[in-house]
């Protein structure tokens, strides 16, 4: 292809995709409403595209670029001096690096556990899965938080991480940091908070005057904290900061490997070669929008979940499942529609909310992650949620067939085969032609109320076969 060629393919092919721009994608992406910033970020990561990360003394302006960024965070988290940070493609690989420096930082330990919240984000289960660390999960109240006092009971001689969550994901609130913390240090375990998706909102929230508990480093026992610069910094995508309160608790996060004829291996993070793009936009952006642009941008944030949280409650068959601490609104439904119905009618009107399966006997919700941005459109939003309520009503509830529901129960989550996929396939109607495919349906409720009636285990399961089938090479 020519070059235009190849740059009209491109734009077409994301014409398919989610709008990242307009506040009215409300997961995935955060959307500052400004031009000039998105600008500013795309081009710095395009002019680092090539650049590597992997060795600092050949690409200095990355290092400069990481310190002054690590700086900033560690000044708005309220860090000691001698806090030190990295940056990180995301809050996953945070997390992961926050749990494998736990684990080897004390080798002692044959059988690694940490405490986590039953709301902590999935990644502290792929850092359990990766890291052969054990998962003690401790239940969370009416309130979606965890009493301290019940991690404190959890944590035993194998503990080598305790978590909490700023604010969690899946309900937007703040667990009690400073008992979860003080719980840690009594035991001299380290605390890791996950702030990657409020660790930029709540301290500007803080300056605004608005009521955020203690939840950074001026608690004491929290020994690190991850906030995603990708979210709510709103820099593009592929960067987050994992913060430690001093060198000595980052030390084993490090990894080095001279055991072979070549460079010596010299890594703070999972990947070794990496694009100083991201860096270079997350920096530019930050630099560009600096704490007088975020206090700004938090002010518009917060008013539109306010004026979200208001209107929901003006809608009948919906409410907030709990008040928001932060820029995460779950919603849930009574029994007069379903939640599914409501996420594809909230989608057909133009605005993406994200469907939460069922989970340890709570019904299914409704997340929305909102931006900046949305602010200018919550009144069509709440006009699109009433809508989508009465339809969803009329629609009436979504039935999976009872003997799809029987085919899955009888299924093995640990041995499920190619034939029972594609038997469920069937089943359920979604396998359209063979031969081109699986189809995705325009309407998503079906499948996510079939994912609804299967066991956590199941829907991995069934997500992981879903996944295979979807990636495979586009060949001539
Ligand atoms: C609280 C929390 N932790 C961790 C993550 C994982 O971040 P990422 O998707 O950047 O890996 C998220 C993502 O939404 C999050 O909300």
Redesign the pocket.
């Known amino acids: 292809m020519s070059t235009p060629d190849a740059l009209a393919r491109l734009r077409a092919l994301q014409a398919d995709d989610l709008p990242v721009h307009g506040g009215r994608t409300l997961a995935y992406v955060y959307d500052s409403g400004l031009a000039d910033v998105d600008r500013v970020g795309r081009e710095a990561v395009a002019a680092y595209a090539g650049s590597n990360g992997l060795d600092p003394t050949a690409f200095p302006s990355l290092l400069q670029m990481e310190n002054e960024l690590v700086g900033f965070a560690a000044d708005l988290l309220n860090a000691p001096d001698e806090a030190v940070g990295t940056v990180t493609s995301?809050?996953?690989?945070s997390?992961l690096l926050a749990v494998q420096a736990a684990r080897d930082s004390r080798p002692e330990v044959v059988s690694p556990s940490m405490v986590i919240p039953e709301t902590a984000?999935a990644?502290f289960h792929k850092a359990a899965h990766y890291f052969g660390v054990r998962t003690v999960v401790v239940p969370v109240g009416d309130d979606f938080r965890p009493n301290p006092w019940a991690m404190g009971r959890a944590i035993d001689g194998t503990t080598v991480l305790v978590v909490a969550?700023a604010p969690?994901?899946a309900h937007g609130v703040i667990d009690p940091v400073t008992e979860i913390a003080a719980q840690a240090k009594s035991k001299k375990v380290r605390c890791h908070v996950?702030a990657?998706?409020g660790g930029w909102v709540l301290p500007y929230a803080e300056r605004l005057g608005r009521d955020v508990p203690e939840w950074d480093f001026r608690v004491p026992g929290v020994t690190s904290i991850s906030v995603?610069t990708?979210?709510y910094a709103y820099a593009p995508k592929g960067t987050?900061v994992l913060l430690h309160r001093s060198p000595e608790l980052r030390r084993a996060q490090y990894f080095a490997s001279a055991r072979w004829p070549g460079y010596t291996m010299l890594n703070a993070t999972t990947q070794s070669t990496k694009s100083g793009g991201p860096l270079a936009g997350a920096w530019a952006v930050v630099t560009t929008l600096g704490d007088e642009g975020y206090l700004a941008l938090t002010e518009q944030v917060l008013d539109a979940v306010e004026a979200i949280v208001a209107g929901i409650g003006e809608v009948a068959g919906v409410r907030v499942v709990v008040p928001p601490d932060s820029t995460l609104v779950a919603i849930a439904c009574d029994e007069t529609l379903d939640p599914f119905t409501l996420t594809d009618e909230m989608t057909s009107r133009g605005w993406y909310v994200q469907p939460q399966m069922s989970f340890a006997g709570r019904p299914a919700t409704v997340h929305l992650s909102v931006s900046a941005a949305t602010l200018a459109g919550v009144d069509d939003l709440l006009v699109a949620l009433r809508d989508s309520v009465a339809a969803a009503v009329k629609a009436g509830p979504v039935v999976v067939d009872p003997g799809v529901v029987d085919f899955i129960a009888a299924l093995d989550p640990a041995r499920l085969t190619d034939d029972d996929f594609e038997g469920l396939l069937a089943a359920s109607g979604l396998m359209g032609d063979p031969d081109a495919g699986l189809a995705l349906p325009e309407r998503m409720a079906e499948v996510n109320a079939l994912l609804d009636v299967a066991s956590p285990a199941m829907r991995e399961a069934l997500l992981v076969a879903f996944l295979d089938r979807l990636a495979r090479p586009a060949r001539e």
């Open positions: 995301g809050g996953t690989e997390i984000h990644a969550s969690s994901y996950d990657c998706i995603d990708h979210k987050s």
